[in-house]
């Protein structure tokens, strides 16, 4: 191995391979932030544009373009069906109570009713108890989140998902569900508090995505640069290794 390179020894060339594969995953990473950016901001677009329309009844909507749609449902709640899911309002953890709306045309469609504290961590919640009989409820139309089947409806769950809690109720649930704004008659009491949809922000992921490149460009730079010094120090070894050699053959 004497007479190769010292760039060209193995421990090198793993290293060298090692910065290739660096930076293709952080570049990748970059791009992978501006998409999930690129989402977000569809996603933000697609809620203004839904909600800037004027409410209509339930039963009109059809497809996905009527996703973060305000409308407006007549009907029962189910009170032998309650489910609640891990959320927070303004910093402090606690529920949002899930509850089925029969619908007076047909169909049943899950809502989510509001906010409650952290204590009330068993449904049914008796201090947020539906109104029993006909009523007009408003909300916006949300898409129904991805989760696992359990063996059973638990009582808490950590995602909105209707096809899940429609496998263990004596009904099928509409894809999309309801978020609460108001309804009439209304709450009688303080629970559950109706709460706003998600804020429309972008999110953190287009500084992420700088700070993927920077990570970068770090690498791109920073390696050639230690390869020179390297080489630079490697150069004054064998220059001085040369003038040591020299002088002990003048010596003999």
């Given amino acids: 191995m004497a007479g190769v390179r010292w760039w ?11 910065v290739i594969v660096t930076i293709v995953a952080f570049v990748n990473f970059g791009f992978w932030q501006l998409r999930r950016h690129d989402d977000k901001r569809d996603f ?15 039963e009109e909507v059809s497809g996905d373009d009527a996703l973060y749609r305000r409308v407006v449902a007549t009907g029962e709640y189910d009170t032998g069906v309650e489910v609640l899911v ?15 709306l029969r619908l007076v045309g047909g169909g049943v469609v899950l809502v989510d009713r509001g906010w409650v504290p952290p204590e009330f961590d068993e ?4 201090p947020a108890r539906p109104i029993e009989g006909v009523l007009e409820v408003t909300g916006y139309l ?11 409806l638990p009582a808490v769950v950590s995602r909105i998902d209707t096809s899940v809690i429609g496998a263990f109720t004596p009904y099928p649930l509409m894809g999309p569900y309801l978020l609460l704004q108001a309804q ?3 709450v009688p009491g303080e629970l559950p508090v109706p709460v706003e949809p998600p804020e429309a922000s972008l999110g953190p992921h287009l500084g992420y995505a700088g700070q993927w490149f920077l990570f970068t460009a ?4 920073g390696y050639p640069i230690l390869l020179w010094r390297t080489s630079r120090s490697q150069s004054a070894r064998v220059r001085a290794s040369r003038r040591s050699n020299t002088t002990d053959a003048r010596e003999s």
Avoid: C, F, K, Q
């Avoid at 770090?218 to 730079?221: G, K, L, P």
């Fill in 184 to 186: 009439d008659p209304e």
């Fill in 44 to 58: 933000n677009d697609a809620v203004e544009r839904a909600a800037s329309l004027p409410a209509i009844a339930l």
């Fill in 86 to 100: 891990l959320r927070s309002r303004e910093g402090l953890s606690g529920y949002h109570v899930l509850t089925p």
């Fill in 123 to 126: 449904p049914p919640v008796a």
């Fill in 8 to 18: 060209l020894r193995p421990r090198w060339i793993a290293g060298h391979l090692l």
């Fill in 142 to 152: 949300w898409p129904s989140e991805e989760g696992s089947m359990p063996d059973s």
């Fill in 218 to 221: 770090v690498v791109v730079i």
